[in-house]
T-cell receptor, first 118, second 114 residues
């Protein structure tokens, strides 16, 4: 595809429900990042994949958050037992090379999923 | 870890004037500094970036300057137009390991009045 695609664009869930957010990165991109963006704030790092390997999950706020990228392309961010503080926009970004290479590559973002927990 | 401060939080200018947004960072290992523009409900879009081996970079009406000694970098937009109105985010990252993640400032809401 032409860019990073995320679905759904909007998700409303009741507190306690589980949700799954999908990210389709740019074809061939090695690196995939998930960020959380609260209202009026900058994006905050959640987790990083290099192909199918989750190399960094230091930004995940709790063990209710789980991410996977089983075939090294599409990624899913799952939030279990959602709470009101999980309400935010969840952004996915991809980059053509792994973050360890010399010279960081630009990260290309999707439009995000706006999650609202009632 | 890295911390990025961004100022001002809001900026209003007349069409045709210049706009300057400033950011400071704390980690001297940071060496990549992108700027993103985000319109309401849209994705952050990369508008310009600079690496630490360069002091200034320009792309048409947009320029970025970097002072590694002082650990600050700035975005300059000249001849502003109403379509420049958006939230602008600066970010910093370093090569390798967890430092490859982008650390963002809190954003500057730019309003360009016609």
């Amino acid at each position: 595809g032409a860019g990073v695609s995320q679905s759904p664009r909007y998700k409303v869930a009741k507190r306690g429900q589980d949700v799954a957010l999908r990210c389709d990165p740019i074809s061939g991109h090695v690196s995939l990042f998930w960020y959380q963006q609260a209202l009026g704030q900058g994006p905050e790092f959640l987790t990083y994949f290099q192909n199918e390997a989750q190399l960094d999950k230091s930004g995940l706020p709790s063990d209710r958050f789980f991410a996977e990228r089983p075939e090294g392309s599409v990624s899913t961010l799952k939030i279990q037992r959602t709470q009101q503080e999980d309400s935010a926009v969840y952004l996915c970004a991809s980059s053509p090379r792994d973050r360890g290479r010399s010279g960081n590559q630009p990260q290309h973002f999707g439009d995000g999923t706006r999650l609202s927990i009632l | 870890g890295e911390n990025v401060e961004q100022h001002p939080s809001t900026l209003s200018v007349q069409e045709g004037d210049s706009a300057v947004i400033k950011c400071t960072y704390s980690d001297s290992a940071s060496n990549y500094f992108p700027w993103y523009k985000q319109e309401l409900g849209k994705r952050p879009q990369l508008i310009i970036d600079i690496r630490s081996n360069v002091g200034e970079k320009k792309d048409q009406r947009i320029a970025v300057t970097l002072n590694k000694t002082a650990k600050h970098f700035s975005l300059h937009i000249t001849e502003t137009q109403p379509e420049d109105s958006a939230v602008y985010f600066c970010a910093a990252s370093a090569i390798g390991g967890s430092q490859g993640n982008l650390i963002f400032g809190k954003g500057t809401k730019l309003s360009v009045k016609p």
